[in-house]
């Protein structure tokens, strides 16, 4: 199995070839150089972005919906289990909770956020898990809750468009986007790449008649899907 870094030069020299492929096209079209050599170089280091940006946000996301499972379990379990086990079902769910966050999930310095999972690691330190039927136990149980209700809701946002959200880590304001809900959020991702970039370069090429060969790069150097997978 081929390692991450020799995958990632691997999708990198595959855009700098179809990159440079599409830099002829448009001049051979007839577009202006200077135009295309500046819009050609944005696309493609978007391009390379929106990869790691996609990747990033579904390696989080993953974490996410294995501790919201761990979550169900735990509370299915915690009363019967060992204590002992039931510890590191809760020292595993919190590994996983912290390797969850991202600017489209849970932002790194939500400070609700890591003070749950701070106090979650608290209360399995004391031992709150062996305490059934005391406080501690009863807190546990409900900060499990809370915890699970959280995930539940973030599992449930819209993917959003990686393209577009590379674009604005470059060219926009990140810190704008922390007080957004989800949909907002992407709503406005989208609108900012489209009115500074997409829209005008999509109509240049398509006007160049690489239209779909552009369509074809975003999906398959950012999402993955091959040619000729679509209908």
């Known amino acids: 199995m081929r390692s991450a870094r020799a995958m990632a030069h691997r999708r990198a020299k595959d855009i700098k070839n179809d990159v440079k492929q599409l830099k002829k096209e448009l001049i051979s079209a007839g577009c202006e150089k200077g135009m295309v050599n500046e819009a050609v170089k944005e696309f ?11 990747t990033a946000y ?4 993953e974490h ?6 761990a979550i169900g379990v735990i509370l299915k379990c915690m009363e019967e289990r060992d204590p002992a086990e039931v510890r590191d079902y809760l020292e595993g769910l919190a590994v996983e909770l912290e390797q969850g966050c991202h600017e489209c999930l849970i932002q790194s310095d939500d400070q609700d956020y890591l003070s749950s999972v701070r106090c979650l690691k608290r209360m ?3 031992g709150a898990q062996s305490d059934r039927g005391g406080m501690a136990f009863v807190m546990l149980r409900s900060e499990l809750e809370n915890i699970g209700a959280v995930l539940a809701d973030v599992l449930g946002f819209g993917v959003p468009d990686f393209f577009a959200l590379a674009y604005f880590f470059r060219r926009g304001d990140k810190d704008s986007l922390k007080e957004m809900e989800n949909e907002q959020r992407n709503t406005y991702v989208l609108a900012f790449t489209k009115e500074h970039f997409l829209d005008a370069f999509l109509k240049e090429c398509g006007r160049a008649g690489v239209g779909a060969r552009v369509q074809e790069m975003i999906r398959r150097h950012i999402y993955g899907e091959q040619v000729g997978q679509e209908q």
């Open 44 to 54: 493609g280091e978007v391009l390379e972005l929106g990869g790691s940006v996609g």
């Open 58 to 61: 579904r390696e989080a996301r």
């Open 64 to 69: 996410l919906g294995r501790a919201s499972a």
């Open 124 to 126: 399995t330190s004391e």
